[in-house]
């Protein structure tokens, strides 16, 4: 007799053993994609011999399979995926991971990388709560952005990227990443590098119900932009940012903007951010209202403040 484990016989189908693996792993169901050897046709995507050829249609499987709150993961083989991808709703699959294998973990330069082949059109487009995106190269094409938590049509609150190369190309109003409307409250973003941007690194291009707030940008850095974090006039309310480094000559661009919070409230801006340039308006920093800069590094000092409370906030 086939032995069972947790209720799953030895002998099962694939679709049983990767939901064993899944509840064992705490990944859920688990869809394969491999740009180079998969194919959306005749596969079901529960293994590496049977992987998705498009991130896509990994998103459009778990659509259709319905309520697949925090139950759905998407791996992604080194590869690239020139395409528009787009998370299920919030309604369908919140709490999903997109997942790059890397090579050089927690590091990447585009083993897995995706990047939108229509104009106009982000590489990914977030809707639902506490997606992770982890471990890609994201590049963005002309006028519109690598990264899009959209708001409008969706809820992205409480999404994560972690481990990601997010670039601008050099192309002509390429932006980072632009948080609309509810302004995914509770975001993280740590250790990603986010370059090449001819506009924004990162923005909130509208806010009809309320502004970033809860977020936490850690160990990031910021470089070879026209403008780095860019939030006037909808900055973040009661967010941290930390341990992240702000670059303002790069090889092909000087950041006019590094860290601009106006319309903002209420954050944490440190401590130990590295600030380069002089560390007032003119050097591209601006806080927003009741505001504590503490504790960071700018070429004005040797190392955090001296007085009682650490630094200030930049001057006008």
Not at 81 to 93: F, G, Q, R, S
Not at 270 to 292: I, K, L, M, R
Request: charged share 15%; glycine share 12%.
């Amino acid at each position: 007799m086939a032995q069972a484990i947790d209720g799953v016989q030895m002998n099962a189908s694939a679709a049983e053993l990767n939901t064993l693996v899944g509840v064992l792993s705490g990944f859920g169901v688990i869809y394969y994609v491999d740009g180079n050897n998969g194919s959306d046709t005749n596969r079901d995507g529960f293994s590496p011999g049977q992987s998705f050829a498009t991130i896509q249609n990994a998103m459009d499987v778990i659509t259709a399979r319905g309520a697949e709150r925090g139950r759905s993961s998407v791996l992604c083989a080194a590869a690239g995926y020139a395409e528009a991808v787009t998370t299920p709703t919030n309604a369908i699959a919140p709490f999903g991971r997109l997942i790059a294998y890397n090579p050089t973990p927690g590091n990447t330069f585009g083993a897995a990388w995706i990047q939108s082949p229509t104009a106009l059109t982000p590489a990914i487009k977030v809707l639902a709560r506490g997606w992770l995106v982890q471990g890609f190269k994201i590049a963005s094409v002309a006028n519109t952005e690598a990264i899009l938590l959209d708001g409008v049509n969706g809820t992205p609150s409480g999404f994560q990227l972690r481990d990601c190369l997010v670039s601008g190309w050099a192309v002509t109003g390429a932006i980072g990443l632009d948080v609309t409307k509810n302004g995914a409250p509770h975001t993280q973003i740590k250790n990603c590098r986010f370059t090449d941007f001819k506009d924004s690194a990162m923005i909130c291009s509208s806010s009809a119900t309320d502004q970033p707030r809860f977020w936490r940008i850690e160990d990031c850095v910021f470089v070879d932009n026209a403008k780095h974090i860019n939030m006037n006039p909808r900055g973040f309310k009661e967010s941290v940012i930390t341990r992240c480094h702000f670059i303002q000559a790069g090889a092909n661009r000087t950041a006019t903007i590094q860290l601009d919070n106006r319309g903002g409230s209420g954050c944490l801006i440190g401590p130990h951010n590295v600030f380069s340039d002089t560390y007032d308006n003119t050097g591209g920093y601006y806080a927003g209202s009741t505001e504590h800069w503490r504790g960071n590094y700018h070429e004005d000092s040797n190392g955090p403040g001296n007085d009682a409370t650490g630094e200030s906030n930049p001057a006008s």
